[in-house]
């Protein structure tokens, strides 16, 4: 699951009353929503339409937004509810110290635009000369591993993007789940993926230029001289480096990920960079083992470190570092920066709100302080213990049908069993949280808050190197609209923000609880046995515990799924990526499916009552696509289908197509577009 983006309206310092006028819940109609269809259309020809296309129809993508959908309107929600928190906190005159105090000195230093322009470039020429001081490759191999951040997830969060040359992330290990291991990411591109560099498109050829004049402009700026020839050699490294990256597909195969290097291998692995000097940097000299996830792109990237000139080292690292801090230097630079990643990259012609831009801070550097109070505001235990139902009557679907297959292996089964049975399903909220002690935040030092925020959650994540694996850890905080499973603990997290009207309402038909958030959960428990949870056993091992014919089996199947999805095609020169995707179109099938026997297993025989005249059956389905009713621009929309392992929502919502009793609920036949023939209608479990 991936929301679109987040925040919309709202201003946090606005009295509190209007804050609460505008948080009151709309008069709403309980399960679907029968205003947002349109009814012309065949639910057999678009069912997306069908069941959103009045939406579509009457909203605007708001000017400060590259899209817009239900994840961003419960976004929204989360996000004022934040936003008050923290205003709270902020007139609390809580003691020096204190977390309250924290999250009321981090937002407030942040919205203090006029000291930030007052201080100017004051802040990051410190860090600005000490690059500038740099004499030779060790010691740019040095500073390289101190900007080493953890700020890559290649599993829980699929976050492979880092703009630093690599990434750490800190997990259970592949090969001994039990303890936490150093993964080490491919990075050093500020585009999203090596596509942007390497594609003959015209699009992305315009996109190219556009970028080398941002990083003119941004070193300009900064009081750089040669800002053009500077710019030109640091595209051309940029360029290098994507050349040995690996693609996207690539990186979500596991297998290929599982490479075991000991600090020595490095050096005679990928010789050019100062390995040891690096780790120094890094903190990691103590570190005896790496999983490289890319190895091909560590023995290129650090080959191009010997190659290329210093100079232009330097310049890119001068650069990274005035981008990765460019939303707390002066307007001008904040300004540049959206005028090339918001509008140009995501064709977003407004910037949103600095206070918005606040609470993303304080969520990312102080998450679960909000979380806690967040949870225990909004999440009432009635809500958790129908939700843990909901998650029973789904599990015991998945038990029913992996029982059922004729193709699997009963060892096979019996894994696949175990795992269910060992799964962790995390409701709402965690049961331990995260300790900010050691974060030092004044209230008049913005850049310093960032700066030390980025380097205490990276040396908390290097302090666990090596400690037992805590399987009920969340990867996600409370306030967070999302879902996510976390196979390396075999375990799931469904936040308090994604359990809520529309996903979730208790006051809803079950027909749409399980259409909507019951699909998310089969969604989430489904990847626990996809191409990635085949991978894992019962204890987050790797370990292959298919046998060979059920994995042949598996894979002729979804290479169904993958060719079905590799047909749709947003824009006549692009098509979505089938295998890129195919974990995640699995889950949706599988989720829909486990889901679907769920929701007959709660109706206990009776008949499920009628809305605005739809079936029990029919308001399941129409509470799917519902989940997937979004509007995005052309330009997010491109990024999208390059980067994302999700499809795009329609085709998300089409994926009923594949379900047999969505022809029976809707009458559809041949002729129609969405229909399949039976043999065509993938399904996995
Ligand atoms: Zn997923």
Redesign the pocket.
Known sequence: ?KPLSAAICLLVSLPLSVVHAADTPQPQTHGIVAANMDRTVKPGDDFYHYANGEWIKRTEIPPDRSGIGVFTALSDLSNKRTAALIEEAAKANAPEGSSQRKIADLYNSYMDEASIEAKGLAPLRPHLDGIAAIQNKTELAHVLGESLRNDVDALNNTNFHTPNLFGLWVAPGFNASDHYTAYLLQGGLQLPDREYYLSDNAHMRELRTKYQAHIAAMLKLAGFTDTETRAAHIVELEHSIAEKHMSLEENEDIHKANNTWSQSDFAAKAPGLDWAEYFRGAGLSGQQNFIVWQPTAFTGESALVASASLDTWKDWLAYHLIEAYGGVLPKAFADERFAFFGQVLSGTPQQRPRWQRGVAVVNGLLGDEVGKIYAQRYFPPEAKAEAQAMVANIIAAFHKRIDALTWMAPSTKAEAQAKLDTLYVGIGYPETWHDYSGYEVKADDTFGNMWRGSLFGYHREVARLGTPVDRKEWSMTPQTVNAV?LPLQNALNFPAAILQAPFFDPQAPAAANYGAIGSVIG??IS?TFDTEGSAFDSKGAVRNWWTPEDLAHFDAVTAKLAAQYDTYQPFPDIHVNGKQTLA?NI?DVAGISAAYDGYHASLAGKTAPKQDGFSGDQQFFIAFAQNWGSKTREAALRQQVLTDPHAPGEYRADTVRNINAWYAAFGVKPGEKLYLASPGRVRIW
């Open positions: 699951m499973n969604h989430e990847h995640e889950a």
